[in-house]
């Protein structure tokens, strides 16, 4: 497929991520990113019995790395301590409060082996894939600062109204607000819904609280929508309850980008500022500004290899007042 024909996957290896958005016509359609924050799908692996939830098939595991993960369908026969080899059906999902913890399945006729990269994940969606230089712009041109503040906020307008998308830890929650007549508002917020299900990579369970719509052909009308956004969308989904709720349902892999910075926002801006650092142009020491809780979730070998790609000395200044996102990063004199 000739560049710029059709949907694209663009790929930046980042220090501490690498993220991808699927784009066309310069608008971002869909987003990945992946941080080494534990086991991820795919991954099959030996794993350790820890223990058996009495008279059902559930217990949990130790994986190689030191992660304890979740298992059902365990063999009967099995015994607390025994090995298995298992593979990884749903990573760690951060949230606000809490943390859930890897699920695994049994795998005992797969042969082990590590989880696919973010490139194996996205060549398996048939869009091709173009791996971008620091200095390329393509992702500020479609967008990826905004998307990252919606992201980090929750927060989404669209034409006559704005959604608000929370981390749960049932389920994702979209609420619609906006004027009146409520009909008009629901039918308006149908397609930005599906928009940032996919920007977001949102999977799962997804609850959306529609305005509540007393007359049932209004609600027919909203159903009759949603099902044509989704299109080919993989799920389950249900009609709209006389109180404007209708949940989705589709496999869940990994955490959206809503869940995974709003669980780390400093971790997230950290990310964001060093990607800032290595796309600086002008020649001198980099001095990087932040709150002090971003510097602090800067690793010491991301420090390290920031140094290393761009072949500068890094130093720091750490500022109270500043808000998370508004990290900067300059080139000053040595």
């Known amino acids: 497929m000739p560049e710029g024909v059709g949907p694209q996957w663009l790929v930046e290896a980042g220090i501490g991520e690498t993220r991808a958005i699927l784009v066309e016509h310069g608008e971002v359609l869909a987003a990945r990113v992946m941080w080494d924050d534990g086991p991820r799908a795919g991954w099959v692996t030996q794993a350790k019995l820890?223990?058996?939830?009495?008279?059902?098939?559930?217990?949990?595991?130790?994986?190689?790395?030191?992660a304890i993960a979740l298992i059902d369908a365990l063999p009967p026969a099995l015994t607390e301590g025994a090995t298995l080899i298992v593979r990884v059906a749903r990573s760690v999902i951060a949230e606000r409060g809490r943390t859930k913890l890897p699920v695994v399945q049994p795998a005992p006729k797969e042969a082990p082996r590590?989880?696919?990269?973010?490139?194996?994940?996205?060549?398996?969606?048939?869009?091709?894939?173009?791996?971008?230089?620091?200095?390329?712009?393509?992702?500020?041109?479609?967008?990826?600062?905004?998307l990252v503040d919606e992201a980090l906020t929750g927060e989404v307008a669209f034409h006559g109204g704005a959604l608000t998308i929370s981390?749960?830890?049932?389920?994702?929650?979209?609420?619609i607000d906006g004027p009146p007549p409520l009909p008009a508002l629901a039918l308006a917020a149908v397609p930005a819904i599906v928009r940032a299900l996919a920007r977001f990579d949102?999977?799962?369970?997804?609850?959306?609280?529609?305005?509540?719509?007393?007359?049932?052909?209004?609600?027919?009308?909203?159903?009759?929508?949603?099902?044509?956004?989704?299109?080919d969308w993989r799920g389950e989904?249900?009609?709209?309850?006389?109180?404007?709720?209708?949940?989705?349902?589709?496999?869940?892999?990994?955490?959206?980008?809503?869940?995974?910075?709003?669980?780390?926002?400093?971790?997230?801006?950290?990310?964001?500022?060093?990607?800032?650092?290595?796309?600086?142009a002008e020649p001198g020491v980099l001095l990087l500004t932040a709150r002090p809780e971003v510097r602090r979730a800067v690793l010491p070998e991301w420090e390290a290899e920031l140094a290393r790609r761009t072949g500068r000395t890094v130093r720091w200044h750490e500022d109270a007042g500043l808000a998370l996102s508004a990290a900067f990063a300059q080139a000053v004199a040595a």
């Not at 820890?50 to 030191?66: A, I, K, N, Q, Y």
């Not at 799962?204 to 009308?221: C, W």
């Not at 159903?223 to 956004?229: E, K, N, R």
Request: charged share 25%; no cysteine.
């Open 167 to 175: 981390p749960t830890p049932a389920m994702t929650l979209i609420d």
């Open 237 to 280: 989904r249900t009609a709209m309850n006389g109180f404007g709720f209708v949940q989705l349902i589709s496999r869940l892999e990994r955490p959206s980008l809503i869940a995974r910075f709003a669980r780390n926002p400093a971790g997230t801006a950290a990310r964001q500022l060093l990607r800032r650092a290595e796309r600086v």
């Open 202 to 231: 949102i999977g799962g369970s997804v609850g959306i609280d529609f305005p509540s719509l007393s007359e049932k052909k209004d609600r027919q009308a909203v159903d009759t929508a949603l099902a044509v956004a989704l299109g």
């Open 114 to 146: 590590s989880p696919p990269s973010l490139e194996d994940e996205l060549r398996a969606t048939g869009a091709p894939i173009r791996m971008l230089s620091a200095m390329d712009r393509a992702f500020d041109e479609a967008g990826w600062a905004d």
């Open 50 to 66: 820890l223990s058996r939830v009495h008279g059902t098939r559930r217990g949990s595991v130790r994986l190689p790395d030191g």
